[in-house]
């Protein structure tokens, strides 16, 4: 994959640069788990992020009898397990839908697996109806995501095989 000049163009135009390398990436590869290390890897190295990875549902002990489980990541340690409708991994699970927070100091219940994060997307991985993952991306300042990133995030990660 060709390096991209993350300092120049828009941020439409990086992810149109973006979505043919995901394409070219993911084409013959049925491996969940590579694939999404390498749209991590790809995302957060186009756009900078502070942390860029999935969350993967997991059966456990848990009450609800599953919760997110750490899946591959790009970025500083993160947190391991989150429960389901917890922080804003979780509640896109439980809601089944993207959401974008622009502070997360003002996200009712952000689980802050870092102070130095403060801007957040997580968009659900979804397989016959069913979260089965989520892509979440922190940066560490506010105001960072808007509809251009949910549009494209959700076109990339629709595209995981």
């Known amino acids: 994959m060709e390096s991209l000049d993350v300092c120049s163009g828009s941020k439409?135009?990086?992810?149109?640069?973006?979505?043919?390398?995901?394409?070219?990436l993911l084409e013959g590869e049925n491996d969940i788990i590579a694939n999404?290390?390498?749209?991590?890897?790809a995302i957060h190295f186009t756009f900078n992020n502070f942390w860029t990875g999935f969350y993967v549902v997991r059966p456990d002990s848990s009450p609800f009898g599953e919760s997110l489980v750490l899946g591959p990541f790009q970025g500083p340690l993160a947190c391991t397990r989150i429960a389901y409708g917890k922080g804003v991994c979780g509640?896109?699970?439980?809601?089944?839908?993207t959401i974008i927070v622009p502070d997360v100091d003002l996200f009712?219940?952000?689980?802050?697996?870092?102070?130095l994060s403060r801007s957040e997307i997580v968009v659900p991985l979804v397989r016959d109806g069913k979260v089965i993952?989520?892509?979440?991306?922190?940066?560490?300042?506010?105001?960072?995501?808007?509809?251009?990133?949910?549009?494209?995030?959700?076109?990339i990660v629709n595209s995981i095989k």
Not at 36 to 41: G, K, L, R
Not at 91 to 97: D, F, G, H, Y
Not at 108 to 115: K, L, R, V, Y
Request: glycine share 4%.
């Open 133 to 155: 993952a989520v892509l979440d991306i922190d940066s560490s300042e506010v105001g960072t995501y808007d509809d251009t990133d949910r549009e494209f995030l959700e076109i």
């Open 91 to 97: 509640t896109s699970w439980k809601e089944n839908k």
């Open 108 to 115: 009712p219940g952000h689980i802050a697996c870092s102070s």
């Open 36 to 41: 999404m290390a390498n749209i991590s890897s």
């Open 12 to 24: 439409r135009d990086k992810y149109k640069t973006l979505l043919p390398q995901i394409v070219s």
